[in-house]
């Protein structure tokens, strides 16, 4: 692992990355359950039935009352993840750093350490062409493991986030990393249909500054996805172009948000701790 | 500076002009660069931007130019030239004892000199005069022999330098050309130099004879009685004539630049000779019968027997010299009353070395003047092979292609 990586490590050591609501029960986690099970923390009584172990009984209460009744206490689960990265050619930019590139690796590794650390189990899904996939597991070395297959990967061809999202089909918690600019309408309707059946889908949207506000030189733009797509950039060209892109950009957080995502905007230039905080954070996921 | 092939040039130069235009008027379409997506770009028709000129474009426009002139003038191969002259004079000046009068001499030159001429003074050696020299103090007579092939070989390697600095050399030699001037290496010195050599005659001296003769000899000495038949008896003389062995003061009398004659007695009766040789290719023929004695051989034979022996020697003593004859006429018949050995006498008599400063042969000064048989080499043509600039243009143009694609390079990086 590289010592960019080992310092994003360290520095999201400690965070943590809630979900805004109850999770299904399962394994013992740090995420609150469905399930009312028998955690320490008091949520409710109910009367004793025949059945319920005896030892839940509240003798203090059963002495204060006649009556028996057990304590309830909400349960902890643990909640499966997956990271799904877009490899496409547009993420290779601006050359020859390839910054967005760059950023979206630290995203996946640093988002995967938080939810290791919190207990959940963590994969990586890329979107490559055929597709790599590292399923969902807790133990040691998982987060190596990812680092290592993303060392591998180069951001490269067309390739569609579509065959990669059909792959987390039952993972609660899917984190998208992604620029939308290869397939961004499939990628709402998987988050609408994710957030429905229940999932928490995060849509991070990864942006260049150059992209954002292109520099006002003139040269010929071309686009790497599709090379016969040659457009001149000028002076003018460049204002509107980055009219029409701050509203595309606007509409796709609006209809993430409407279709039930996380919807955050991370810049290529933004330090990567401080980008994976702000998507764990809680506030991201109350906007 | 010149150039032996201009031409190159005038072609480099004009190559550097077409390099100069196009590179102002080719336009550059704009950088392609990969942009993410082309979705939001908007669809607009290409418009043609100034053209800024970027320092870094001058730089490769200045080096293509540069390298393109260095080719060219490398072709063109320079040559350092300093003041090039259309003509250089190269004046043989004799002085020795065969010119009549110094005087002529010096007007000669004076006559055929310009500013950057070179003047050779020669007799038997040779001494190049000061550019700042008065002639007439420079050029003094000598009394030693002068040498023609001396003076040619001076002349022909000071003519070789000048052809560096100048486009015709011409040698001139003033001299009065005597027979003992030139040698058996003359013309193969001569034919060195491909060009023709202007002669400027002036008056020659006479060759000099005995004008007197001491005797040193009883009165009833026939040799005695033979010089005084030639007119030559006197008291004193520069010449003397012993018939007993010299003393220490007649060699030092010698020595203050007189000859000496030892013609010995025979004292006992030898061979008789017919005839004595004497002279240059024993031209001077002297009927004997004459009572041959040794003189010994050596190099310093001046007459000899019809055989081939050595009958007279000379041999120098200071600024004199001794003549051993081994020649006597006895003392019957009348070989001394013969007018052949009043030449003789006077031959013997005459000063040291025998002067011979008749002039030589017209054919000869016509053979010496002419320029040899060979059209087609000229004596004025310069190097014209060799530019040692050359070699350090082509170098610099090789260091230019190889850094040339190094600013292109990095124009293109620049321009990413």
């Keep these: 692992m590289d010592q960019e990586l080992g310092a994003l490590l360290d520095a999201v050591r400690g965070l943590q990355w809630p979900v805004r609501r109850p999770v299904h029960g399962g394994i013992a986690g740090t995420h609150h359950s469905r399930l009312r099970g028998t955690a320490p923390e008091l949520a409710e009584y109910r009367l004793y039935r025949q059945g319920d172990e005896a030892r839940r009984i509240d003798w203090k209460l059963l002495a204060r009352s006649d009556r028996a009744y057990i304590r309830l206490a909400p349960d902890r689960a643990t909640l499966r993840t997956a990271i799904v990265l877009d490899a496409s050619a547009s993420m290779a930019f601006p050359r020859p750093a390839n910054d967005k590139w760059r950023m979206a690796r630290q995203l996946a590794v640093g988002l995967s350490a938080v939810a290791h650390a919190g207990g959940d189990p963590v994969g990586l899904v890329v979107g490559t062409d055929p597709v790599q996939r590292l399923a969902p597991r807790s133990r040691r070395g998982v987060i190596h493991a990812i680092a290592a297959l993303l060392e591998r990967v180069q951001p490269q061809g067309t390739a569609s986030l579509a065959p990669a999202l059909a792959g987390v089909a039952g993972i609660p918690r899917v984190a998208v990393i992604t620029d939308f600019l290869s397939d961004d309408d499939a990628i709402l309707r998987w988050a609408r249909t994710h957030a429905v059946a229940g999932g928490i889908p995060h849509l991070i949207h990864v942006v260049a500054p150059e992209e954002v506000s292109p520099p006002p030189t003139a040269m010929t733009a071309v686009d790497p996805e599709n090379p016969t797509e040659i457009r001149p950039f000028d002076e003018r060209v460049r204002a509107s172009y980055i009219a029409r892109f701050a509203e595309w950009r606007d509409g796709l957080a609006r209809r993430a948000r409407e279709a039930g995502a996380v919807y955050v905007q991370i810049s290529s230039d933004e330090a990567p701790a401080r980008a994976v905080g702000r998507v764990v954070s809680p506030a991201s996921a109350a906007a | ?416």
């Design chain 2, 1 to 416: 500076m010149s150039w032996l092939a201009p031409m190159w040039l005038a072609g480099a130069a004009a190559a550097a002009g077409m390099v100069v235009l196009l590179h102002f008027l080719a336009r550059r379409r704009p950088v392609e660069q990969l942009f993410p997506t082309t979705r939001f770009v908007p669809i607009a028709p290409a418009r043609a931007t100034t053209r800024a000129v970027r320092p870094t474009d001058l730089l490769l426009l200045a080096m293509r130019v540069l390298l393109i002139m260095l080719i060219g003038a490398a072709f063109a191969r320079p040559v350092v030239t300093p003041g090039r002259r259309p003509r250089a004079t190269v004046i043989l000046a004799d002085r020795s004892r065969a010119v009549a009068d110094m005087a002529d001499v010096v007007r000669a030159v004076a006559a055929a000199r310009t500013d950057g001429d070179v003047v050779i003074a020669f007799d038997s050696a040779t001494r190049r005069l000061p550019a700042d020299t008065m002639m007439s103090t420079s050029l003094a007579r000598s009394t030693a022999r002068g040498s023609v092939s001396a003076a040619l070989i001076a002349g022909f390697r000071i003519a070789d330098s000048l052809r560096a600095h100048a486009d015709t050399v011409d040698i001139v030699l003033v001299s009065p050309l005597a027979r003992e001037e030139l040698d058996a290496a003359t013309d193969r010195i001569r034919a060195l130099w491909r060009g023709p050599v202007r002669l400027v005659a002036v008056r020659a001296a006479e060759s000099p004879a005995a004008t007197g003769i001491e005797m040193a000899a009883p009165e009833n000495d026939p040799v005695r009685a033979g010089v005084t038949l030639a007119g030559l008896l006197r008291t004193t003389a520069g010449t003397r004539i012993m018939r007993q062995v010299p003393t220490e003061a007649d060699l030092t009398w010698v020595r203050d630049g007189r000859v000496l004659v030892y013609w010995p007695r025979a004292l006992a009766v030898t061979d008789t000779e017919p005839a004595l040789l004497a002279g240059e290719s024993g031209g001077l023929v002297t009927p004997g019968p004459f009572l041959r004695q040794g003189v010994g051989d050596g190099d310093d034979a001046i007459a000899w027997w019809i055989d081939g022996d050595v009958a007279v020697r000379e041999r120098a003593l200071g600024a004199g010299c001794v003549r051993d004859v081994g020649a006597d006429p006895g003392i019957a018949g009348d070989v001394v009353l013969r007018p052949s050995f009043a030449r003789l006498v006077r031959w013997l008599g005459a000063p040291c070395g025998h002067p011979d400063l008749s002039p030589v042969a017209d054919s000869v000064r016509v053979a010496l003047s002419e320029a040899p048989s060979s059209p087609s080499v000229r004596a004025d043509v310069p190097n014209t092979r060799d530019s040692p600039l050359a070699r350090w243009l082509f170098l610099g143009a090789a260091v230019m292609a190889g850094l040339e694609p190094l600013a292109r390079r990095r124009r293109r990086h620049a321009a990413d």
